[in-house]
């Protein structure tokens, strides 16, 4: 064939695909990806995900089928699963859904593989979340658990020592920043960290032995106010040594004239002291007035008995000394 028949033969050949193609019934693909939504349809397919579906909403099938082969005991190891579900805490914590990163890492722990060191992050992981989420108890019981996993982890044991500091054990808290010296003595978070944690120390120290201090005083000035009392000749009659609950079942054994629709009943009503700060403070009815008269420090006595919002004063009978 000639070159020029060549050619006519191609075009012809070309025109007729062209034809052929035009031909065919237009149809619209339905489930694709348009141009509108394309980034809303892969950021939901198991592959592209970045967030976990809400609580409750089914999974796609094949993010299903993949979780139920992750999670598969029958081939997967402890320690693989662990692993898992590490991957997924640790998914969960870069999503600030720390409740569920320690749902994770809880299960990941678990499986109770033989890879201390796995379980070290597991546990310090976990640690994390409890720190942010201000459960400072638990969070130090991880840190101490991912350091016997794995000693001289230092990130557990910098966690450890913020989370002492935020406990008030200032003492463990100095003690786990000098641990942490020995290794890096620049350290400047670990070096502040200690310096606060010294001065509230002291500041503790400081409050406690004023706190010794007052109630010794207290004690001393209850013993020189019995003293004085005795050396004025000030007597305690059996009231003192009896219970305020049973004083009332006397004084009230029959309805005062005063209470015409015979409201005051003992077990509701209520006592009261005026003390020395000028406050008024509640009486156990169970307690015995030689009891409230040495846990006191009072100007003056008064009782008050109340009952729906009504006030007067009642004294005598109650106390008398």
């Not at 609580?55 to 997967?76: A, F, H, R």
């Not at 678990?110 to 992981?125: D, H, I, P, V």
């Amino acid at each position: 064939m000639a070159e020029g028949e060549r050619a006519a033969l191609c075009a012809k050949l070309d025109r007729d695909l062209d034809q052929f193609i035009a031909g065919l019934e237009k149809k619209t693909y339905a489930d694709g990806w348009d141009q509108n939504n394309w980034q809303e349809e892969m950021a939901k397919h198991p592959f592209f995900m970045t967030e976990q579906p809400n609580e409750g909403e089914k999974l796609p099938p094949l993010m299903e089928g993949l979780q139920q082969l992750k999670y598969d005991s029958s081939v997967n190891s402890p320690e693989e699963l662990a692993s898992n579900y590490k991957e997924d805490g640790n998914f969960n914590f870069k999503c600030k859904n720390y409740r569920k990163a320690i749902l994770s890492y809880t299960e990941g722990l678990k499986q109770k593989c033989n890879n201390m060191e796995l379980n070290a992050q597991l546990y310090n992981n976990r640690s994390a979340c409890h720190f942010l989420l201000k459960n400072y108890r638990s969070c130090y019981i991880d840190c101490k658990e991912a350091i016997k996993a794995n000693v001289g982890y230092r990130k557990a044991q910098v966690r450890l020592a913020q989370c002492c500091m935020e406990l008030g054990l200032y003492e463990e808290c100095i003690n786990n920043c000098d641990i942490l010296l020995k290794s890096n003595r620049k350290d400047e978070q670990i070096i502040s960290l200690r310096i606060k944690a010294e001065k509230l120390l002291r500041e503790k120290e400081r409050d406690e032995r004023k706190e010794l201090f007052n109630k010794k005083k207290n004690e001393l000035d209850k013993k020189k106010l019995l003293e004085a009392m005795q050396s004025r000749g000030v007597q305690f009659l059996e009231s003192s040594k009896c219970r305020f609950q049973q004083q009332l079942e006397e004084v009230f054994m029959e309805t005062p004239s005063w209470d015409k629709e015979g409201k005051y009943k003992p077990k509701d009503i209520r006592i009261y002291y005026e003390g020395a700060d000028n406050k008024v403070h509640r009486v156990n009815r169970s307690s015995k007035l030689g009891t409230v008269l040495s846990e006191s420090r009072y100007i003056n006595i008064n009782v008050v008995v109340y009952l729906h919002s009504e006030f007067f004063s009642y004294i005598a009978a109650l106390l008398k000394f």
